[in-house]
């Protein structure tokens, strides 16, 4: 069985529940998170403080995004405990080895202002340097050495993966990807699936005319919910931990309040319908940073 599939409940704040999932090496990650590309300054900090003072217990940020000094500074204001909030990062291509993994981890908590990171993540594979994997066997010493609690990859492909457990016999914790109901990524989400990855999904609710489909639309009115709200329930019915980015309170509270909703399995049913292929996503052979 599939421990990461297990929910528990945190505390709460005001009426909003973050539950839990488990990840493979047995550490709980909140099964919602607060995505933060592409605030900066002022408007970071304060995106991340609401989200924190709303019930929000995980903040997604990275390198190349140029905000963790930010994110840092809104968990501070927040007056929520470090050690209650779940801090994910990610590092660039120029870090791509084991010291180099480690450099990563050391300017990521300068900036966060924090002495250990919840999840480090290599943010792309980045095949043309061919790097990955000793950028992974970083990863792994610092878990080893307590500097972070999980390590994962973001948008590796299963072909990337395989190289990983071959070269290391490890596989990550957690693999993040671009995912939502017009592009279900189902090859990646089977494979993270069968192999104990936990899936997570980046702009889960974007493209924005996605809200707008008659499928999505109907079931939120059936629902008395937002389509946000459905899109967002789909993922964690799915055992999928989204992290949608959001500055404005309302929205914020909306997203986590999609927990309220139970979807039925009719309704998954038409949702899964709606995968339109990944011809559009970014090839991470092609692409990276």
């Known amino acids: 069985m599939l421990t990461f599939v297990v929910l528990s409940r945190l505390s709460t704040v005001g009426s909003m529940n973050v539950p839990?999932?488990?990840?493979?090496?047995?550490v709980p990650i909140p099964a919602m998170g607060l995505g933060t590309w592409p605030v900066r300054g002022d408007e970071g900090v304060a995106t991340v403080r609401t989200a924190l003072q709303l019930g929000y217990r995980l903040v997604d940020t990275a390198e190349n995004y140029e905000n963790e000094t930010e994110v840092g500074q809104g968990i501070r204001e927040s007056g929520v405990p470090r050690e209650e909030v779940f801090i994910t990062t990610k590092f660039n291509r120029k870090w791509h080895s084991v010291d180099g993994a480690r450099q990563a981890a050391q300017n990521a908590m300068k900036k966060l202002g924090t002495n250990y990171i919840d999840l480090l993540l290599i943010h792309?594979?980045?095949?043309?340097?061919?790097?990955?994997?000793?950028?992974?066997?970083?990863?792994?010493?610092?878990?080893?050495?307590?500097?972070?609690?999980?390590?994962?990859?973001?948008n590796f492909k299963p072909a990337h993966l395989d190289r990983i457990f071959a070269e290391?016999?490890?596989?990550?914790?957690?693999?993040?990807?671009?995912?939502?109901?017009?592009?279900?990524?189902?090859?990646?989400?089977?494979?993270?699936?069968?192999?104990?990855?936990l899936t997570?999904?980046?702009?889960?609710?974007?493209?924005?005319?996605?809200?707008?489909?008659?499928?999505?639309?109907?079931?939120a009115t059936d629902h008395s919910a937002t389509p946000a709200q459905v899109i967002l329930r789909w993922h964690t019915q799915h055992g999928y931990l989204p992290v949608p980015k959001s500055s404005n309170p309302a929205r914020?509270?909306?997203?986590?309040?999609?927990w309220d909703l139970t979807l039925?399995?009719?309704?998954?049913?038409?949702?899964?319908?709606?995968?339109?292929?990944?011809?559009?996503?970014?090839?991470?052979?092609?692409?990276?940073?």
């Open 252 to 258: 914020q509270a909306e997203n986590l309040a999609s």
């Open 264 to 289: 039925s399995t009719p309704d998954m049913a038409a949702l899964d319908a709606l995968d339109k292929g990944e011809d559009h996503v970014t090839d991470s052979d092609s692409f990276g940073h």
């Open 20 to 26: 839990n999932l488990i990840l493979s090496n047995g």
């Open 168 to 197: 290391t016999g490890a596989t990550p914790h957690v693999n993040q990807i671009n995912l939502n109901v017009w592009t279900q990524r189902r090859e990646s989400a089977e494979y993270n699936k069968d192999h104990n990855i």
């Open 200 to 219: 997570e999904s980046w702009s889960p609710i974007k493209p924005a005319s996605m809200l707008q489909d008659p499928v999505v639309v109907r079931i």
């Open 124 to 154: 792309w594979p980045n095949p043309d340097q061919d790097m990955y994997v000793e950028a992974f066997k970083g990863l792994m010493k610092l878990l080893d050495d307590g500097v972070i609690r999980a390590m994962g990859c973001s």
